[in-house]
C-alpha cells in the first residue's frame, strides 16, 4: 500500500545514515517493520476519521516521520516512536476539525437556535463504513463500528493497550498523558464496548 513508496524513496539516505555494513539490513527490517504495522495503523487512523482517504494521509504522514527522523534509532523502539507519531497525528487531525466546524457553525447555524450543538451535528453527519475482510481475523464489523464509536481518547487507550499489546507506562508515553488516564480511558471504553455489543445478543 504505502510501505514500498516510502522506503524506495528513502533507501540512499537510510543507507547514508547507518553504518555502511548494517545500511541495506537496516532498509529491509525498517521495510518488514513498516509493512507489519501498516493495515493496523490505517484502520487505527480510519477508526478516529470515519475517512478512508483522511487515514491514509495520516498513516503515510506518520511513517514519512518515523523513516525521515527515526530510521536510525534502535528497531526495538520503532514501534513505540511510530504509534506517537501516528497518534499525535490523529490529535491533530481531530484539532484541525474543530477548526473548521466552528467557522462552519458560524456561517450556516440559525440564529435562532440557542440550542444548537455543533459537536452533536458533526456525530449525525458522520459515519463508519466497515470494511470486514480488512480486519476479519481480527475483529469484526460489529466491534469495529463500536470502536468508532468510541470518544477519542478511548479508542486510543483501548487499541493501544488491547491491539497493539502496549503496557500502562507505554501507552500513557505513546499518548501523552498520565498512567491514571490511561486506566480511565481504558476502563470507560471496555465498560462502553459491554453494553454496546452486548445490545447485539
Known sequence: MITAALITGHE???????????????????S???????????????LAT???DEA??????AMLKLVQKYSGHPSGEWGALFHTILHSRINDWHRRQK?????????????NDDEFQPEEQVAQTQ???PEPQLMQEEMSTIIQVAIGQLPLRQQQALL??????????????????SEGSVKTHYSRAI?????????QK
Open 32 to 46: 518488514n517493520f513498516l509493512r507489519e504495522v501498516e493495515r493496523r495503523a490505517f484502520v487505527t487512523a480510519r
Open 160 to 177: 493501544l493497550r488491547a491491539w497493539e499489546g502496549y503496557d500502562i507506562a507505554e501507552t500513557a508515553a505513546i499518548m501523552k498523558c
Open 127 to 129: 459515519f463508519l463504513e
Open 56 to 61: 491514509m494521509d495520516i498513516v503515510q504522514d
Open 191 to 199: 465498560h462502553s464496548l459491554r453494553e454496546k455489543l452486548g445490545d
Open 50 to 52: 470515519h475517512d478512508e
Open 99 to 111: 477548526v473548521r466546524n466552528r467557522w462552519r457553525v458560524f456561517f450556516f447555524a440559525d440564529d
Open 12 to 30: 540512499n539516505r537510510l543507507e547514508r545514515d547507518s553504518h555502511k555494513e548494517n545500511g541495506s539490513d537496516t532498509t529491509a527490517r525498517l
